[in-house]
């Protein structure tokens, strides 16, 4: 079996981390009401995208990651999410630390989210829980 060239220019460049995550939404202020309870802060944009095609409401969060909630001017399918379809399964947050981890338990429990508090894997340890479109969120952090 031979093995196959090595691509000079992809071995010097590094895949780049996530820079932002948008989420289609059916309800633009419900939506946005929960998710700056969640993370604690108020949206740093909220406009028409230039083109018109949809509109976004978008926080920054810590690391510089930027997470967006989309609506498209009432084109949505208006189906529920469901990560059995083909598309997104869920987002994963990172926390540093299983006792980070326990405290964003305990914030859920606060701001009235349901979920099943901390679940262990071999590969490490998450909090699941869903937001007003039942759209599946996790916290996790790696095995300790």
């Avoid at 460049?13 to 108020?42: C, I, K, M, N």
């Avoid at 997470?67 to 540093?96: I, K, N, W």
Wanted: aromatic letters at 10%.
């Amino acid at each position: 079996m031979r093995t196959p060239a090595r691509n000079e220019a992809r071995d010097t460049v590094a895949f780049p981390g996530l820079q932002h995550v948008a989420l289609t939404v059916s309800d633009l202020e419900r939506s946005t009401r929960w998710y700056a309870a969640l993370f604690g802060a108020e949206p740093v944009l909220d406009e028409d995208e230039e083109g018109g095609r949809f509109h976004h409401t978008v926080f920054a969060l810590d690391g510089g990651m930027l997470f967006g909630l989309h609506t498209h001017q009432g084109r949505e399918s208006g189906e529920p999410f469901d990560e059995e379809r083909t598309g997104l399964d869920h987002v994963g947050f990172a926390v540093g630390s299983h006792a980070e981890l326990e405290q964003w338990a305990q914030k859920l429990t606060e701001l009235g989210i349901a979920h099943e508090g901390v679940k262990k894997a071999h590969y490490g340890s998450g909090v699941s829980f869903r937001d007003p479109d039942n759209i599946a969120l996790e916290f996790f952090t790696g095995p300790e």
